[in-house]
């Protein structure tokens, strides 16, 4: 179904959260994470002039560390949790638990889920460390020296954790949970969505020095979001049209493998976003939203510093609504082209191809094709 083809990154918000109540906790995400790399803007501008800079760059490395030390510390207690009920069953009646279904019965994986807090939480705090970060700029272009570089390579390890946590709790679990409280509607609200994708594009203006070491024009310079030509135009519209049959065709042939499109994936990119595709205004949303907020990050701000593969690799985990399934190797696939877009044109541009492939593959759904 085409509605499992729309490429957006599927952080979820809380579950049974009213809209008010769902911006307000991405407003919340958003502000800590910009925080934290404000502080290394800082620093960064105090090291571009030779300025002692060394204790900023520490509070931020600070921050991340408490934050990925109380996840790690969640982690190994849901383990030891798990495997306490697993190993002494008899707990669970004692505490007047279902002995059948236990603390842990709707989770697909606990033990993933487990993983998925403390190993991207160690994860991340390894890669602060200058010996790590000067093994990693053997093969992606950062500045291992640059605060700002350590924290936005830090932060990569979301990423893996989102990813891991998604496919522990199962896609078909997140589906059913899903089911139950949106009555109809959307998971994610239109709201939600355009809250989700503007504090995105904002996170990544911040990201690149915008009020500390950038002006306006220079940051979007910076982030390649410049007015495209008249053909560049065409050929982002064209472009993504293009794509559009060619992953048809490329699930088909997945379908005769036998690694077609899973049945939980489709559940839950339809509770998702499903209700969007009913209206013209949702239609344009899941096309321009995503392409503001993951084109400005991902195109705009990471590629240039983390390289057209890694970048691609960490768009296509973002989207852990598709598990690992086909939909994760198109949304790889479609991550190259439009990194090459970048690199041959601009963000801007990038933006198009993304933005219009988004709308058609909904529009294709609004119209029952």
């Known amino acids: 179904m085409a509605a499992t083809r729309l490429h957006r990154s599927s952080r979820l918000p809380p579950l049974g959260a009213f809209m008010q109540s769902e911006i307000i906790s991405i407003a919340i995400l958003f502000l800590l994470g910009s925080l934290i790399m404000w502080v290394a803007n800082l620093a960064q501008k105090r090291r571009d002039q030779n300025l002692p800079y060394q204790g900023l ?43 059948a279904m236990g603390p842990f019965g709707q989770i697909h994986s606990p033990a993933l889920v487990s993983l998925g807090l403390w190993l991207p939480a160690l994860a991340g705090i390894v890669l602060l460390l200058p010996p790590v970060r000067r093994l990693v700029a053997r093969f992606i272009p950062i500045d291992p020296g640059s605060p700002v570089h350590a924290v936005a390579l830090s932060l990569t390890s979301l990423v893996v954790a989102n990813l891991l946590i998604t496919l522990g709790i199962g896609l078909g679990t997140l ?133 057209l593969l890694f970048t691609t690799i960490i ?9 690992i399934s086909i939909s994760t190797v198109i949304v790889f696939v479609l991550g190259l082209i439009l990194g090459i877009v970048r690199i041959r044109a601009n963000t801007t541009t990038a933006m198009i191809v993304h933005g219009v492939y988004n709308s058609t593959l909904a529009l294709l759904v609004y119209l029952g094709l």
């Open 315 to 323: 768009f296509a985990l973002l989207h852990s609504n598709y598990g």
């Open 175 to 307: 589906a059913e949970m899903l089911e139950q409280q949106a009555n109809g509607d959307s998971a994610i609200s239109m709201a939600g969505l355009w809250a989700q994708q503007i504090f995105t594009a904002l996170f990544a203006m911040i990201g690149v020095g915008w009020l500390v070491r950038r002006g306006p024009s220079s940051t979007f310079e910076r982030l390649g979001l410049v007015a495209p030509t008249v053909r560049q135009v065409a050929i982002a519209i064209g472009l993504a049209i293009l794509l559009v049959p060619l992953v048809v065709v490329v699930e088909y042939v997945g379908t005769l493998l036998g690694v077609g499109e899973n049945t939980d994936v489709e559940r839950l990119s339809e509770q998702l976003l499903g209700p969007l595709f009913r209206s013209p205004f949702g239609i344009f949303t899941v096309g321009a939203a995503a392409a503001l907020g993951e084109e400005t990050l991902l195109r705009g701000a990471l590629q240039p510093r983390f390289g």
């Open 57 to 99: 760059a520490l509070i931020s490395y600070l921050a991340l560390t408490f934050g990925y030390g109380l996840a790690l510390l969640a982690g190994l207690m849901f383990q030891a949790m798990e495997t306490l009920f697993a190993t002494q069953p008899q707990l669970l009646n004692e505490a007047g638990l279902n002995g």
